[in-house]
């Protein structure tokens, strides 16, 4: 596993501890902070994987 994967699985540990859910929301209701968050974290996510 490189280091850059080994990176995103440690953020994405601290987003699920850490930071709110939003997947029971309607994203495109969002504020732009709230939507900013859910962006990153689907970043992270994919990234992760």
């Known amino acids: 596993m490189t280091v850059r994967k080994r990176l995103f699985r440690l953020l994405a540990a601290i987003n699920r ?9 309607d994203l495109a209701r969002l504020s732009k902070p709230r ?12 990234n992760a994987l």
């Not at 501890?17 to 929301?25: D, E, S």
């Not at 939507?35 to 994919?46: F, G, N, P, S």
């Open 35 to 46: 939507q900013a968050l859910a962006a990153y974290r689907y970043w992270v996510t994919r």
């Open 17 to 25: 501890a850490v930071l709110p859910k939003q997947w029971h929301r």
